[in-house]
């Protein structure tokens, strides 16, 4: 069964303190990994789609990466604006462009 | 820009009414998304369509219909909404072939009492 997991729950930063949200999965053939931000009381909104392996993309302060079984989020020195919940999700082959989301991240920055 | 409208933020329904949940999108996608968000289970597809007329089912499609008349709105239908049925309902949509990125609506809360 195609399944996504993401750890920690929730994280909570000082400003400046990088750290890395993790994406675990297992799908019978990866199409693309997406990464969502959400904010509260909002829809999410894309981030990020990595295609294969070893593929990485970044955005201002993060950066997402991709190996066979997982991704990283990696958020370098946050800032309070970048506090909200972070949703990863897998596409499988054959899947008629359906999504399998994790249940989020949700971080928290404080100053 | 993309954009998914919702047609109500916040309902609040009484239970055994019917509800209806539309979303408009003005990308001319061809695939729409019915999702329901609850603390701790993440996004779970209700119904989707790829075209007009046409429905598969999702992952919990059971006391939900859907309806897509026209490409551009996907109606969510609650026959006789239940307080299990209280949750945050997201849509979405997208175009095959431009990396499959689903765009979301800002969701409607629902509450069954």
């Known amino acids: 069964e195609d399944q996504v997991t993401q750890s920690p729950e929730a994280l909570r930063l000082q400003e400046g303190e990088s750290s890395s949200l993790n994406c675990s999965y297992t799908?019978?053939?990866?199409?693309?990994l997406f990464w969502y931000r959400q904010d509260p009381g909002k829809g999410p909104e894309f981030l990020f789609t990595?295609?294969?392996a070893g593929e990485e993309k970044e955005k201002e302060r993060l950066k997402a990466t991709l190996t066979k079984k997982e991704s990283f989020l990696h958020i370098t020195a946050p800032k309070p604006e970048d506090s909200a919940t972070y949703l990863c999700a897998v596409q499988a082959s054959g899947g008629y462009n359906k999504l399998i989301f994790g249940a989020g991240t949700r971080l928290a920055v404080h100053p | 820009d993309v954009k998914v409208t919702q047609s109500s933020r916040y309902l609040v329904k009484r239970t055994g009414e019917k509800v209806f949940l539309e979303c408009v999108q003005d990308m001319d996608h061809e695939n729409m998304f019915w999702y329901r968000q609850d603390p701790g289970l993440g996004l779970r597809l209700i119904y989707f369509?790829?075209?007009?007329?046409?429905?598969e089912k999702g992952d919990i499609p059971e006391g939900y219909s859907v309806s897509r008349e026209k490409k551009e709105r996907f109606s969510l239908i609650l026959e006789s909404a239940s307080t299990n049925q209280t949750s945050m309902y997201l849509c979405a949509s997208s175009l095959t072939g431009q990396g499959n990125i689903q765009y979301f609506g800002a969701g409607t809360r629902l509450s069954v009492l």
């Open positions: 990595l295609y294969s």
């Open positions: 799908v019978s053939g990866l199409r693309g």
């Open positions: 369509s790829y075209d007009v007329k046409m429905k």
